[in-house]
């Protein structure tokens, strides 16, 4: 089993109630060989809401309490992301996955790369608070391009 983010299946869950569908995904999705979270949703947050970055590092700043999730308005959503980053790590231990699929450059779910924290489309090198504390507890975290791009699960 396979865990992904709900928004690369189609679901409209992203901050602006926009998806990202991939076909990869979704077919992975009709055989029953994978299942949809949004960190952000089981974190409590709305659909849709302020877009928020990382302010003061990456994700595993975030889960270390040396940086912020702030959004745009200047709340700290902090909270929200940890809640949803542990509800997702639940779903992932209790479905044995070994592998999730996670949007990148989410403040949540980036495993290569983020948004700065400045709000200006810049990205940096740095993984979301959920991609890190999945990376953290052994779990294999791809974005949906290294996913697609990945012959293993072809299947």
Same mark, same amino acid.
């Given at each position: 089993?396979?865990?992904?983010?709900?928004?690369?299946? !189609?679901?409209?869950?992203?901050?602006?109630? &926009?998806?990202?569908?991939?076909?990869?995904?979704?077919?992975?999705?009709?055989? =029953?060989?994978?299942? &949809?979270?949004?960190?952000?949703?089981? !974190? !409590?947050?709305?659909?849709?809401?302020?877009?928020?970055?990382?302010?003061? !590092?990456?994700?595993?700043?975030?889960?270390?309490?040396?940086?912020?999730?702030?959004?745009?308005?200047?709340?700290?959503?902090?909270?929200?992301?940890?809640?949803?980053?542990?509800?997702?790590?639940?779903?992932?231990?209790?479905?044995?996955?070994?592998?999730?699929?996670?949007?990148?450059?989410?403040?949540?779910?980036?495993? &290569?790369?983020?948004?700065?924290?400045?709000? =200006?489309?810049?990205?940096?090198?740095?993984?979301?608070? &959920?991609?890190?504390?999945?990376?953290?507890?052994?779990?294999?975290?791809?974005?949906?391009?290294?996913?697609?791009?990945?012959?293993?699960?072809?299947?």
């Amino acid at each position: 089993m396979i865990v992904v983010s709900s928004c690369l299946a !189609g679901l409209k869950v992203r901050y602006n109630g &926009t998806h990202c569908l991939q076909d990869k995904i979704s077919k992975l999705l009709a055989e =029953n060989k994978a299942i &949809t979270v949004c960190p952000e949703v089981l !974190g !409590g947050l709305s659909i849709p809401r302020e877009p928020a970055e990382i302010v003061g !590092g990456d994700g595993d700043a975030v889960l270390d309490g040396k940086a912020k999730v702030i959004n745009k308005l200047g709340k700290d959503v902090t909270e929200e992301f940890l809640k949803g980053a542990y509800a997702t790590l639940k779903t992932v231990k209790e479905v044995n996955a070994t592998v999730v699929v996670l949007k990148e450059s989410s403040p949540s779910c980036g495993s &290569t790369k983020i948004y700065n924290g400045e709000f =200006n489309g810049m990205k940096v090198a740095g993984n979301g608070v &959920t991609a890190a504390l999945m990376k953290r507890n052994g779990i294999k975290v791809l974005s949906e391009e290294s996913f697609a791009n990945n012959l293993d699960y072809e299947r």
